[in-house]
């Protein structure tokens, strides 16, 4: 990949096919963790009351045994099992069809990539689903591998070379120099 740079007011970068492949993929795989269909609702179009039914009858319960769910929907109270069982109840869904959106835009740009053959261009409305995105994606990475602190990450850093976790490693990383890349543009 080559670095963000600003192309009058939206960023651009350069990646290869693999790395569209990629991130293609994992974004793919978050949504899925989210419970995304093609039946979640959109409210362009719709009246109050269609988009009120719509998105009551597309409420996906996820789950908060997976330690990956817990981290990207962490409880509001940690201290207050109920009140963090009320809050999600009243807000989870939407924060699910947030993520699910902000998913999306950045699927939609990376297919405008046509795998790599055209620059990615991030224009300035999509700057914050692809920072979301690629933050979950990397909680997402952080929690497989069981990074809590930077001593775990510097233990994981020390692992043979035939460990199958240093791929992982290897991504998580690439992912934060995406990060870091698109906020230094910024």
């Known amino acids: ?3 963000f740079r600003r192309v009058g007011e939206a960023v651009e970068a350069e990646l290869d096919e693999f790395e569209v492949a990629l991130l293609t993929s994992l974004t793919e ?5 989210l419970g995304g269909t093609d039946d979640d ?14 998105s009551t009858s597309s409420r996906v319960e996820l789950d908060h045994d997976d330690p990956l769910v817990e981290r990207l ?3 509001a109270y940690p201290g207050d099992a109920a009140a963090s069982a009320d809050f999600r109840r009243f807000t989870e869904d939407d924060a699910r069809l947030e993520r699910l959106r902000l998913a999306r835009e950045v699927l939609e740009d990376l297919a405008a990539t046509r795998a790599g053959v055209a620059p990615l261009n991030v224009g300035r409305p999509r700057v914050e689903a ?8 990397r909680l997402s990475l952080s929690v497989r591998l069981g990074i809590t602190d930077e001593a775990s990450l510097d233990a994981l850093g020390r692992l043979s070379v035939r460990d199958p976790r240093t791929q992982i490693i290897a991504i998580y990383d690439w992912l934060g120099y995406v990060l ?7």
């Open 1 to 3: 990949m080559r670095e």
């Open 29 to 33: 795989q978050l949504e899925q963790l």
């Open 41 to 54: 609702p959109d409210p362009a179009g719709m009246d109050a009351f269609a988009w009120l039914a719509a």
């Open 73 to 75: 929907f962490p409880p």
């Open 130 to 137: 692809w920072l979301k995105t690629i933050n979950a994606l």
């Open 180 to 186: 870091e890349s698109l906020l230094e543009a910024l």
